[in-house]
Each structure stands twice: as C-alpha cells, then as structure tokens.
C-alpha cells in the first residue's frame, strides 16, 4: 500500500466485492478517501412505496452504506454502533440518488460520521448521522491485520 488513500480505495474494493446488498440496489462507489466515502443509487421501479416515492428504507440503506465505506476507509473492521436519519424530500422513481459520507470525529474505537443523500437536482433528500465502533481486524487479509 502506497499511501492512506489508495488504502482507503482498496479497501472500499473489498467490501464491495462482499457487499451483496449493495449491489443487489445498484448502489455504485463514485469516490472512496480517508473518512470520506459518495456513493450513489438510481431509483428504481420495484424501490417505490405506496405512496410511489422512494421508500425511505432504501434511502437509508444507501446512507448506511456511505457511512460503512467510509468507516472502513483505515482498513479497520467498523461497524454501525448507531444510525438516525432525517427524511427532507421525497425521492422519486428515475432519480439518481448520491450519498456523501464525511467523517466527523473518530477515536481509538468510536466514530462520528455524517451522510447527506441527495438527488441529481441537489435537492437534499434526507441527512444520516452514524457512530461506529471499530471491531478489531482489518478490511484487507494481510495488510496490518491486528
């Protein structure tokens, strides 16, 4: 490993190639750095409610996910300790959803992340807050396991 970014992008390349969920979603990874982490999902068809907006399960997921990829960005096994989200607007069917997680605190053990999704408008759809625990282990077998 060259540096923390390229860390950070490998290990995103992990989860992903795991990370049955999200591409069952069609949630794709448009950027990965240290902390750092925007991910996006198109809305489809078979995402929409009853009210035939985006369900609001699926619009956390996708935060969810951001939040994961960012976590993980040390190549330290984290995980979601806690989650909320605020719904701002709806998301329609065709909209191209992007999450952007951004660190805001992290610690020995505990993080602090934050995930805005928003459409391809860049109307805020809805705001995520995560607190992550780190695990133990790494991301990448071989690479500084602990």
Avoid: W
Avoid at 85 to 92: G, K, M, N, V
């Amino acid at each position: 490993m060259t540096d923390a970014a390229e860390l950070a992008r490998q290990a995103a390349g992990e989860l992903y190639s795991r990370d049955v969920a999200a591409r069952a979603l069609g949630i794709e990874i448009l950027a990965v750095d240290t902390g750092r982490a925007t991910l996006a999902m198109r809305v489809r068809p078979d995402m929409l409610n009853g009210h035939a907006i985006c369900h609001g399960g699926l619009i956390f997921a996708l935060a969810d996910t951001a939040f994961a990829y960012a976590c993980n960005s040390y190549n330290e096994n984290t995980l979601a300790a806690s989650a909320a989200i605020e719904f701002l607007a709806p998301a329609r069917e065709g909209d191209l959803l992007t999450a952007t997680a951004s660190e805001q605190s992290r610690g020995r053990r505990l993080g602090l992340y934050d995930i805005e999704v928003s459409n391809q408008q860049g109307t805020r759809i809805a705001l995520f807050r995560g607190r992550s625990a780190r695990v133990g282990g790494n991301v990448l077998a071989g690479a500084g396991d602990k």
